[in-house]
Structures are given as structure tokens and as C-alpha cells.
């Protein structure tokens, strides 16, 4: 929605109190927002004490599920709230790094605790894509940040060489096994992944 000049002029001309008022209704009914805005103006802790809670959130939960649900079809419903949380945080924080961070972190201990048994397809298409999402992003933080990504990002590659099945489908779905140092991302990974989608990949 468009906002007008005359519709702008309008709230301008409340009064502290009616703005006041009017500020508490909507944070109300935007949680996130409210989130965000106590997060900015008056919490202790910062982005990164937050994102260090999230890196143990991310752990404990992903090993709660694994030992709450035996078969991948229970398995990745779980994951997928844990990826919500991750996207929670960095609503309320704008923390960039550690939505790159905190996914490949997700994509690790899923793989770490995956059950062993049931079909992994799904899973593992739901990882790829994090995973090319997390090598679009890198892209736009700075490079001083890659150095701080290498050692998460080797931790995944490891993952996927050691599994068979998963490496083949990495390939199969166009993601280079180079990639996984930032500095080897292509800069134009976007409009790669923007490719290989259209031709009904990562499905």
C-alpha cells in the first residue's frame, strides 16, 4: 500500500498522544515489530548474544527432533520451525551474518542427526536450497566476513562428500562442491540459482 502526501500530512497533525496510542495498537498486532523495536531501543544484548542463543537453539532443537522423530517424514516438519526461529532473529535484529551462519549451522546439525532410515529426498532438496540461498547471501556481506564462514562452510562440504547419495544429488541439482569457499562463489549466483530453478531443479 501507497501512503499519500495528504494521508502522510494527516497522521503528521496527531497529537503526541494520539500517535503514542496509535503506535501501541499496531505493535499489538505485529509481534515482530514490537520484537524489533525493544530489540533497537532499549535491549542489553546484542546481535551477536543473540545469534550465540539461536547457534544453541539451533542444536538443542535439531537433536530434540532426531530423537522425537525416527523417520524423515516427521523429521524435516521440525527442521522447518527451526528455520522459521532462524528467520524470526534476524527479522528482529537485521543480522545478515548470521542468517548466512545460522542456516549452514541448520543444514550441519540436520545432517549430523538425519534419521537413517525413510526416504531422504525431500530432506535433502530443503538443504540444497538453504544452502544455495546461504551462497547468494555471502555474496552480499562483505568479504571480511568470509573468514569467520570458512570453517561452517567446510563443515557442510565434509558432510556431503562423506554421503553418497547427497553428493549426487548436490551435482544432479547444479551446486558445485568449489563453492563451498566463499571466495569461490560465482558472483553472479544469484542469477544461477535463478537458472537452475527454471529448469526444474532443486524440486
Known sequence: ???S????????????QEKDKLIIRLLKKD????????FELIDP?????KRNQMEALVKEEVSIAAKKFGRTKYFLPAIRKVSAKITEHVK???????????????????LKHAPKTGDHYKLYIYLLNKIFRS????????????LDLREIFEEVHQQIVK???LEDLTLHNGLFLSWFDPENIPDQIDL?????KAEGLLR
Open 92 to 110: 528482529i535484529t537485521t543480522d545478515k551474518f548470521g542468517e548466512v551462519s545460522l542456516t549452514l549451522l541448520l543444514v550441519s546439525e540436520t
Open 1 to 3: 500500500m501507497e501512503y
Open 135 to 146: 551462497f547468494v547471501l555471502t555474496k552480499k556481506l562483505d568479504p571480511d566476513y568470509y
Open 45 to 49: 544484548e546484542t546481535a551477536d548474544d
Open 31 to 38: 509481534r515482530i515489530l514490537s520484537h524489533r523495536l525493544y
Open 163 to 165: 554421503n553418497k547419495s
Open 192 to 196: 544461477i540459482l535463478k537458472g537452475i
Open 5 to 16: 502526501k495528504e494521508f502522510k500530512e494527516a497522521i503528521s497533525n496527531f497529537t503526541s
